[in-house]
């Protein structure tokens, strides 16, 4: 969470810096601020989004400065407000740091630096680490650099960092331990931020930071990058970037997350392009094939992830039994992370991750390796940790996802293990040759049946209309469908703020079903499936206690439409795919219904999208 962006060069750093940090937004939007080196500091933070900085430093006319960081944060410790709004001056002002991450020991830090006389104004750890830094460099006589990584060996938690001085124009140190940072290389201008969307526009040459690196990015034309660890020196590697400024603009939608849904046909397309060969029944994963071994005589895979990851690894738990007769568990990686779970060289970890940079899955990832489980990373964000740290993987190639409320990323993960499951399944000898093939052909027309789904768009206005001032909502689906329901839940509590819960639909009777009445809104994905019969025997229990059903149904399947009070069809799909079409209802209805409440649907409340603290 939280997002920085720095700037060192000849341009105006203000506009960049407000840029930057208006595509960062979406890492936590509780407060923004810069720094600006124009001689003198100016710091300028408010509370609230990055309009709300952009106001307040239209009012004060800083002098043009070449160099600045800035923040956008999403708090973790102090409430968001001005004070605790990053950059955090050192005592003696000297020192500005803009930080993301969490400093865990910081009150053992804090109470250190107060006895030597130091005070902290705000409640934040970023504060105490900038103090820190100060106190070593005052007693040390230490440079910005140095001071900086003794305090980095000091201190216990997670950072992305950028530290500058008043009396230096022409430097920004950086770190990162935990948090990612990229710096862009342009022709003698340097970007420094949390991904690589502030800078797109400027330059297509990166330098990823590695974790426990400092850098010390300099107006001479140098980029210095060292172990903080070991102070050894170690040369940057340079990559070229393939991001389009399109994919993170708006392309006319009122917001990113009805661009993404609409997306999906397109982005679950790119997911299978170059890997899947219908004609020859051929599934190419290159991270799969040099590690087959792994997966074919694997006794267990276990699946980490978090939020709509974790949803998309349930729906993994029935491809790859289903298909590939291989055990599997799926884990909230916070939960596994803190057990003494159980892994052996015999497990194939798989962890799902959009960002590929949250916390918890990240040192759930940690955990299985250390106890000697292969490791596969599906990731969204190229060069992200977690794909960085796996043994292989397999990008989804979803593109840049940044509403917060997950939609296109999900699918591209569900296409990614649906190949993975049916590659897994013909190397294992588990499926037939006719039923893989019938699914590869499928999988080929998923992109037009999706695009079908969208159509619903329509369909989904009078109920978005007819519920949006619902105080709950239950979701109901089963086998495949179980997930999905988990995950419109989830979509329509993120963004609309209404209280959801998902179910399987057989446990309604187990406890859901006496929150039933006339004002409870039932969403039952009841698409054709083996479980058809049973889930219309569910709904005809809902109706009996007067509770309204939204259904999501196959395209002419009278028998539920005739009973529900609302149906939304989609094309007929084998259940295994049904996944990547029923969620697309159910985002859309989350969706109108966030925009009738007047909800900020790519910014939802109290969230963020990219989750580095634990
Ligand atoms: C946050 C986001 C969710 C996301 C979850 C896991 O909570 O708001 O949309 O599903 O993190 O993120 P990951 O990047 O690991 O998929």
């Known amino acids: 969470m939280c997002g920085i962006v720095g700037y060192i060069g000849n341009r105006d750093a203000y506009p960049i810096l407000i840029k930057g940090l208006q595509r960062l937004e979406y890492r936590g939007y509780d407060s923004t601020g810069v720094a600006l080196q124009n001689g003198a500091l100016t710091i300028v933070k408010r509370l609230g989004k990055v309009r709300a900085l952009e106001e307040a430093l239209a009012a004060q006319k800083p002098a043009t400065a070449t160099l600045g960081i800035g923040h956008t944060r999403w708090a973790t410790h102090g409430r968001p407000s001005d004070l605790n709004a990053h950059p955090h001056s050192s005592n003696s002002g000297e020192l500005v740091i803009v930080h993301n991450g969490i400093i865990e020991n910081y009150e053992s830090l804090k109470r250190a630096l107060e006895q030597k006389g130091f005070v902290c104004k705000s409640q934040t750890d970023t504060e105490v680490l900038v103090n820190l830094i100060e106190h070593l460099q005052q007693r040390d006589g230490l440079s910005l650099k140095e001071a900086a990584r003794l305090a980095f060996n ?35 201008e340097y970007f420094i931020a949390s991904d690589a969307s502030p800078f797109i526009e400027y330059t297509q040459q990166a330098v990823y930071l590695a974790d426990g690196d400092l850098a010390v990015v300099s107006r001479q034309n140098a980029v210095e990058m060292r172990r903080i660890q070991s102070n050894h020196i170690v040369s940057p590697s340079v990559q070229a970037l393939k991001l389009d400024l399109a994919h993170i603009e708006k392309g006319g939608y009122p917001h990113f997350m009805l661009k993404e849904i609409h997306e999906q046909p397109r982005s679950v397309c790119d997911t299978l392009r170059g890997r899947l060969r219908i ?37 993994a738990e029935y491809l790859f039994e289903d298909l590939a007769r291989i055990p599997v568990e799926v884990e909230y990686a916070s ?280």
């Open 279 to 315: 004609d020859e029944g051929i599934i190419k994963m290159a991270g799969v094939w040099d590690h087959r071994e792994k997966f074919e005589n694997a006794d267990r895979l276990l699946i980490l992830a978090c939020g709509t990851s974790w949803h998309a690894g349930l729906i």
């Open 335 to 614: 939960e596994f992370r803190y057990r003494n779970p159980i892994v052996t060289d015999g497990d194939a970890i798989i962890a799902i991750s959009q960002s590929g940079e949250t916390a918890d899955t990240l040192a759930a990832l940690e955990l299985a390796k250390e106890r000697g489980a292969f490791t596969f990373g599906i990731c969204n964000v190229v060069g992200s940790s977690i794909a960085r740290m796996t043994d292989a993987g397999a990008y989804t190639h979803a593109g840049p996802e940044i509403g917060v409320a997950s939609t296109k990323a999900f699918t591209a993960q569900l296409a990614v293990l649906v190949l993975l499951a049916l590659k897994m399944a013909k190397h294992r000898g588990t499926i037939d040759q006719s039923r893989y093939r019938a699914l590869c052909t499928e999988l080929g027309t998923l992109s037009e049946k999706m695009r079908q789904a969208l159509h619903a768009a329509a369909q989904i206005k009078p109920i978005s209309q007819r519920y949006k001032d619902a105080k709950n909502c239950l979701y109901l689906g089963r086998g495949y469908n179980f997930p999905v329901a988990l995950e419109g839940a989830l979509k329509l509590k993120e963004i609309s703020y209404i209280h959801a819960e998902g179910y399987p639909a057989a446990e309604m009777k187990h406890g859901p079903i006496a929150l039933i009445d006339e004002d409870m809104p039932v969403v039952v994905i009841a698409t054709q499936t083996r479980h058809h019969d049973k889930i219309l025997s569910n709904i005809q229990e809902i109706k009996a206690r007067k509770g309204q059903i939204i259904a999501v149904v196959t395209a002419g399947d009278r028998a539920v439409e005739q009973l529900a009070d609302y149906s939304i069809a989609v094309p007929a799909v084998s259940e295994e795919l049904a996944p990547l079409l029923t969620v697309i209802p159910l985002q859309l209805l989350s969706y109108q219904i966030a925009v009738l409440r007047g909800a900020d649907v790519d910014q939802p409340r109290n969230l963020a999208k990219s989750v580095t603290v634990e």
């Open 154 to 188: 000091e201190v216990v938690g997670a950072y992305a960092v950028a530290v500058i001085e008043r009396n230096n124009p022409d430097e920004i140190v950086i770190a990162r331990r935990g948090s990612p940072l990229v710096i862009g290389l342009g022709a003698d």
